[in-house]
């Protein structure tokens, strides 16, 4: 009878750890994302650096900071991306009576678009650091 019980008792402890075993996980693991961003060698001081993946939709963006750093906060998923940096504007219309802000016009152009950026990158596992210097 103790035997039985035993038996039973090892199946029971079985059937629940049982469902624990296999994959981990099926969430795709991100990497840390980070850079420069120059215009003519000199720091971009605004805007947005977005990556766009065209073969799976991914993509991800990032503010430029001081120094022209940036930095993407929830990371981006491995593959190859291309490119944009766009100017940031602002998403509260101005007060009455002020002009609203400007936008850095200073990022030339092609730089704002996916047809038209020749900048790209290749996020690969771990961590990645990327310059791009605007012309």
Same mark, same amino acid.
């Given at each position: @009878? &103790?035997? /039985?019980?035993?038996?039973?008792?090892?199946? *029971?402890?079985?059937?629940?750890?049982? +469902? #624990?075993?296999?994959?981990?996980?099926?969430?795709?693991?991100?990497?840390?994302v980070?850079?420069?961003?120059t215009?003519?060698?000199?720091?971009?001081?605004?805007? @947005? &650096?977005? /990556?766009?993946?065209?073969?799976?939709?991914? *993509?991800?963006?990032?503010?430029?900071? +001081? #120094?022209?750093?940036?930095?993407?906060?929830?990371?981006?998923?491995?593959?190859?991306?291309?490119?944009?940096?766009?100017?940031?504007?602002?998403?509260?219309?101005?007060?009455?009576? /002020?002009?609203?802000?400007?936008?850095?016009?200073?990022?030339?152009?092609?730089?704002?678009?996916l047809?038209?950026?020749?900048?790209?990158?290749?996020?690969?596992?771990?961590?990645?650091?990327?310059?791009?210097?605007?012309?």
């Amino acid at each position: @009878m &103790v035997s /039985f019980r035993f038996g039973i008792l090892a199946i *029971a402890i079985g059937l629940f750890t049982l +469902p #624990g075993c296999g994959e981990t996980s099926t969430i795709p693991k991100t990497v840390e994302v980070a850079g420069t961003v120059t215009l003519n060698s000199e720091p971009l001081t605004e805007g @947005m &650096v977005n /990556f766009s993946s065209s073969s799976t939709g991914d *993509a991800a963006n990032a503010k430029i900071g +001081p #120094g022209g750093r940036f930095l993407f906060g929830n990371g981006v998923l491995p593959g190859s991306y291309r490119v944009t940096i766009t100017p940031v504007g602002s998403d509260t219309p101005p007060a009455p009576g /002020f002009a609203p802000p400007t936008l850095n016009l200073e990022i030339p152009t092609k730089y704002n678009d996916l047809a038209t950026t020749d900048l790209k990158a290749t996020v690969a596992p771990g961590s990645d650091e990327f310059t791009f210097d605007l012309k």
